[in-house]
């Protein structure tokens, strides 16, 4: 018994404190977690403050840009605050919305995202980038117009006016912004371009002499001529000619910038074809393209040709092509020597064949008949008659064509009947099945900057220095257009002559290349392929 006791005195105190050690063990195992969770929760706990996030937006709701016609905007309230605010409720719903990416409003809520800027500074701007263009449109388009450019990364502009654009009240506002040259068509200015070297040369010989569209297409060309040159004087890395209804959606860039866009082209580039979508207007009542329009076709350079055959009927509703109007883009050229125009489309070089790229993602955004008025004030700027024939020798395209017809023959009421059967996209049904397929796409970008830069205050801000401006050059405004005319003209003539009377060796190479350009004509506006076309092409 006593040899029994000895060991169950030894073995009993061992036992105990190895499950002393197991429940310790336990213990801990279990209150670590429970430590670690509520330093956790310490850590994240913000006892009293206000959410940064929550407080950076209003309380109210409401929608994005160009939400009215989207489903995410469906449930919105439309009433009160601005396009550019929305609610903390909403953000998350919403975030996918291009619009997003343009901030708050310059309602009581929010400061305006443009309010402050500097539209006026050149410091450190590479590229320089030079816009021109031939104009007749009325303030309240060239304005928002400019300004969007502006915001993109354009520092320079060079406007030939005439009718509503050469007007003291619009050419007063938009010589008071920096960067804006305005050229007025006097008969000095037609005079030195009776002169001009285009003339005497074949590649855009086959427009000369013939009225409106391809008139327009002449004039536009000899004010691209001018405006190399000028470009070259200020110094510009990069031209492009654009009509005043028509945006550049600098999409693929690191951010939205032009200048980006550009900056990031090889040195060996020397042109860049902007592939153009065109406006798909879904109302009738559209007042300002700008700022209502979100819905565009996009080119058929930018979409699959399986996508482009299968869906050409629905995507062209009717119409002779898959556009209404043009389809063959834009440019942006480097400012070099021995540039020239080669239609209001393209750059050439007298001197190379220049190097180009196409961008496959950037855009030129073409707003072409967005409002209904716009048959009627097409029709008006010209004086052919609508019959078959005439029409061929006034209108490059189709779709002008038989515009100007009925806008000249039939009545207000069958003019906006035919308006909706060919422009205005009131087909929901086949308008998603095209957006989900592609054809179709949405763009806030552009409708939102100028809806912020309207809000800011800019564009009131803009004629206000206007009238200012008129006040004090009202005695001597006439005076000094003409002078600055002439002088950029004869500025102009006198490069190219210079151009004209190099050594030997350029003339006899510039002769060459103008022999060769016999066989080259310039590029006129030109639809997109036809489905004939792609049938014959592909089968080829």
């Not at 006892?47 to 937006?57: S, Y």
């Not at 008071?176 to 008969?187: C, Y």
């Not at 979508?277 to 700008?290: G, L, Q």
């Not at 039939?410 to 009947?417: K, P």
Request: aromatic share 10%; with cysteine.
């Amino acid at each position: 018994m006593a040899g029994y006791r000895g060991t169950s005195s030894s073995s009993a105190p061992g036992g105990g404190g190895a499950a002393a050690f197991a429940t310790r063990v336990l213990l801990l195992l279990t209150l670590l977690p429970l430590a670690l969770a509520a330093f956790a929760f310490a850590l994240q706990w913000r006892g009293g403050m206000r959410d940064p996030t929550g407080a950076a937006w209003p309380a109210d709701t409401q929608r994005f840009p160009g939400m009215e016609n989207s489903p995410l905007g469906s449930s919105s309230q439309g009433r009160g605050g601005s396009y550019f605010a929305v609610s903390s409720a909403s953000a998350s719903s919403a975030a996918a919305d291009c619009a997003e990416i343009l901030g708050r409003s310059a309602s009581s809520h929010g400061i305006s995202l443009y309010r402050g800027w500097s539209f006026d500074s050149e410091a450190a701007i590479t590229p320089k980038i030079c816009i021109t263009g031939s104009t007749s449109a009325s303030l309240h388009q060239i304005l928002p117009w400019l300004y969007y450019h502006k915001v993109i990364g354009v520092s320079h502009f060079i406007l030939f006016v005439e009718g509503e654009a050469a007007k003291p009240a619009v050419t007063s506002v938009l010589e008071s912004i920096r960067g804006v040259k305005i050229i007025f068509r006097t008969k000095e200015l037609k005079e030195q371009q009776d002169r001009s070297r285009i003339w005497n040369e074949t590649w855009l010989s086959g427009f000369f002499y013939k009225p409106c569209n391809y008139e327009l297409f002449v004039k536009q060309s000899l004010n691209m001529e001018m405006a190399i040159v000028m470009a070259r004087e200020a110094g510009m890395d990069w031209i492009i000619h654009l009509d005043t209804d028509e945006l550049i959606h600098p999409a693929g860039a690191r951010e939205y910038s032009l200048r980006r866009l550009l900056l990031d082209v090889p040195d060996n580039v020397d042109m860049v074809i902007f592939p153009n979508y065109e406006s798909s207007v879904e109302r009738d009542d559209i007042k300002d393209p700008f700022t209502e329009v979100s819905m565009f076709k996009k080119n058929y350079d930018h979409l699959p040709k399986d996508t482009y055959f299968g869906l050409y009927k629905e995507a062209t509703r009717g119409n002779p092509n898959y556009f209404l109007t043009y389809g063959n883009g834009k440019s942006a050229a480097r400012v070099q020597e021995h540039m020239r125009p080669n239609g209001a489309h393209r750059w050439h070089n007298y001197m190379k064949t220049p190097n180009e790229i196409k961008l496959e993602e950037a855009a030129i955004l073409h707003y072409t008949y967005t409002k209904f008025s716009d048959l009627t004030s097409r029709r008006d700027r010209c004086g052919c008659k609508p019959t078959k024939e005439d029409v061929k020798r006034c209108f490059i395209l189709e779709f002008d064509r038989l515009a100007f017809v009925i806008a000249s023959t039939a009545t207000e009421q069958e003019m906006r009947n035919w308006y909706h059967e060919h422009v205005v996209w009131t087909d929901k049904d086949i308008n998603l099945k095209l957006l989900r397929k592609g054809v179709l796409t949405r763009i806030y970008a552009p409708m939102a900057i100028i809806r912020g830069l309207k809000e800011s205050g800019i564009f009131t801000a803009a004629v206000t220095s206007g009238k200012a401006h008129l006040k004090v050059k009202s005695s001597n405004i006439g005076l000094e257009n003409k002078e600055s005319i002439h002088t950029n003209v004869t500025a102009a003539r006198s490069t190219t002559l210079k151009e004209g009377s190099n050594d030997n060796s350029h003339a006899t190479a510039r002769k060459i290349l103008e022999m060769i350009d016999v066989q080259e004509e310039a590029m006129p506006p030109m639809s997109p392929p036809g489905f004939l076309e792609l049938i014959e092409s592909a089968l080829s």
